[in-house]
């Protein structure tokens, strides 16, 4: 006889398994009747890659849509896109003479126009809601164009003006080619009239110079003017940049015919001033001063969101200082003692409507490009939390001591053989960003600096690190990237009326003695006294029952939870006496015996 498997009869009388089914593919949603952003997470989830929601994309910002459903904030330091007309292009800000005579950059964020010369009229930026206009004391000749800077020559004998624009601003310098043009009395005090609409100038008591809205809100900056001469050649070596020479350049406002000292509000809306300037009269006379001799005014416009403060100048506001050359700037500049850098940049945690408030924030990533390292080494940077930067306030080196909070990554890096990415991430960033998301701030600032900044320089070995710490970064690089997960909002369906909850009042029960009986004579005398009544619950209220007799009274209409307690209704009111009765038990001898027992009665 053969014998088979347990179960194999089983089988072979059950037939051919049939496959397991196959689930059905996600449908594909219609773009035609959906959204671009659900559109954007489906794809996401069936792709397994990140993908752009496009209606959040700003000039600075763009958010992703995860696989697994989470979203992707990547926020700049500095515009990376230009809106036009419904699309975007990159930013570029070459100048470019246009038919009407003026001059404009190809693509910035912020409306500009320069003049073409023939004019008093130097510069507007802004739209025509909130817009300052620039002009010049004198007949301005025509520019010379080169990429994004416009240079008027001779504006004085030996003396340049040059306009230089860039995404969202512009600043502008007086070249002063020899000691010959430094001698010109008109160089003494500079006066640039100037006039707003729908902002309000002020130029504060640090020398800085904001343009503010009707709300308040600072819609231009601009740093403390200065001057400087031009550095001596720097010491053979790898690439390092000698010390310029600085002076502070004095500044006031000329409005309704009288000077105001800086620290008072300017022009008010659409009202002329003008901007008066005092260089350095000890510099321009100075036999040592090395010649060209630059003149920053720092009458720049666009919203400043990055500075880097240097040692070597502890006072001095650095709004706007040093920040075309060669970038953002972290540790001792190689073969120039006494100077060291720091970084700082401030980031917006919104995009649009978008933001991380309240969010539950999984990960995050700081990352910059290195333009330049003194050597192929790979040499370390910290990455710092900040406190929130202010552009309304002058920051120094001596008074963004206490900004630098807590370090949050260390990473090393080189740009000897080309530019290179550096990303800091950590948990420390994390649980910076999920505070600001828990306190629903707006932006958070980051900063860098070298781990090696108690050395100078020259008191140590070339190859010490307080020589090869030294960078140059890109600041328009600056992103910084944030994972985040937001609950959905939950709202309550319109028409719902939530009227106040009722409370049940249960009418208490009788006590019970449960003795064994052969014969009883009746043992219970119900009496119910009237009740008052009071005005019904506008539920209706079912009969509540004891083991013994059911009671009247009502029900709310919604279901009860314990303790729920109703004080509209209306229940008769329960007394208990005690009734004496005899009857006859019997005992556990089989004798029969009378005995007073207690009932209750109602």
């Known amino acids: 006889m053969l014998a088979l498997p347990f179960g194999a009869a089983t089988a072979a009388q059950a037939g051919p398994q049939r496959p397991a089914p196959v689930p059905a593919p996600a449908k594909a949603l219609d773009p035609a009747s959906v959204s671009p952003d659900a559109l954007a997470v ?55 003479k246009q038919p009407d005579g003026t001059i404009r950059p190809a693509a910035t964020t912020t409306p500009m126009v320069l003049s073409g010369g023939g004019s008093s009229a130097l510069l507007t930026i802004g739209t025509p809601s909130a817009q300052v206009r620039m002009g010049w004391p004198g007949k301005l000749p025509a520019p010379t164009l080169a990429g994004d800077t416009a240079t008027y020559p001779n504006v004085f004998p030996g003396v340049d ?20 043009a430094a001698q010109n009395p008109a160089l003494q005090t500079l006066h640039y009239p100037i006039s707003a609409t729908g902002v309000t100038i002020k130029a504060k008591a640090d020398g800085t110079t904001v343009a503010v809205d009707s709300a308040g809100k600072t819609v231009f900056t601009a740093g403390s003017p200065t001057m400087w001469d031009t550095p001596p050649a720097a010491p053979a070596g790898l690439g390092g940049k000698a010390t310029p020479r600085r002076a502070p350049v004095g500044l006031s406002l000329l409005a309704a015919g009288k000077i105001t000292k ?22 321009l006379q100075d036999p040592a001063a090395r010649f060209p001799l630059y ?96 552009p309304n306030v002058a920051l120094t080196w001596n008074n963004t001591a206490g900004h630098w909070l807590s370090k949050l990554d260390t990473r090393n890096g080189q740009a000897r053989n080309g530019a290179t990415t550096m990303e800091f991430a950590s948990q420390g960033l994390t649980n910076a960003l999920q505070t600001v998301a828990n306190n629903r701030t707006t932006t958070i600032s980051l900063g860098l600096r070298a781990p090696t900044e108690s050395q100078n320089p020259s008191q140590a070995p070339q190859n010490d690190p307080a020589n090869l710490e030294w960078k140059k970064f890109n600041p328009s690089t600056a992103v910084l990237a944030i994972d985040y997960d937001t609950a959905p909002r939950v709202r309550a369906p319109r ?108």
């Not at 995860?66 to 292009?89: D, F, K, Y």
């Not at 009502?554 to 009860?560: D, H, M, T, W």
């Not at 007394?575 to 004496?580: D, L, V, Y």
Request: charged residues 20%; glycine residues 8%; positive net charge.
């Open 262 to 283: 800086a620290g008072i509000t300017g022009p008010a809306v659409a009202s002329p001033a003008e901007f008066v300037l005092s260089p350095d009269a000890k510099m």
């Open 161 to 180: 003006l040059q306009i230089k624009v860039n995404v969202d601003g512009f600043s502008h310098l007086l070249v002063v080619k020899d000691r010959t």
């Open 42 to 96: 489906q794809s996401a989830r069936q792709s397994g890659k990140r993908v752009e929601i496009p209606s959040q994309r700003t000039e600075t910002s763009q958010t992703f849509a995860n696989p697994n459903g989470t979203r992707t904030l990547e926020q700049h330091a500095m515009p990376v896109r230009v809106r036009r007309g419904t699309g975007w292009v990159a930013p570029d800000p070459t100048l470019h």
């Open 495 to 602: 028409g719902l009326n939530m009227t106040r909850r009722c409370r049940v009042v249960r009418p208490p029960r009788p006590p019970r003695s449960r003795p064994t009986y052969r014969s009883l004579v009746p043992l219970l005398t119900i009496r119910t006294p009237a009740t008052t009544s009071r005005p019904p619950c506008r539920s209706s209220i079912r009969p509540a029952r004891s083991r013994t007799r059911a009671m009247s009274g009502r029900r709310c209409r919604s279901r009860p939870s314990p303790g729920h307690r109703c004080p509209m209704a209306s229940f008769p009111t329960a007394s208990f006496t005690t009734t004496t009765h005899s009857a006859t038990t019997v005992s556990r001898m089989g004798r029969p015996r009378r005995t007073a027992i207690s009932s209750p009665t109602r």
């Open 295 to 390: 003149i920053d005014p720092s009458l720049s416009g666009g919203m400043i969101r990055w500075l880097h403060t240097n040692a070597k100048f502890p006072n001095d506001n650095d709004w706007g200082y040093d920040t075309n050359d060669g970038g953002a700037k972290v540790g001792w500049a190689y073969d120039d003692s006494g100077n060291l850098y720091r970084s700082m940049f401030q980031l917006a945690t919104t995009n649009g409507a978008q933001t991380i408030a309240g969010s539950q924030i999984s990960g995050a990533t700081f990352r910059i490009t290195l333009n330049y390292s003194p050597s192929g080494g790979q040499w370390p940077t910290d990455l710092y939390l900040l406190k929130d930067l202010d």
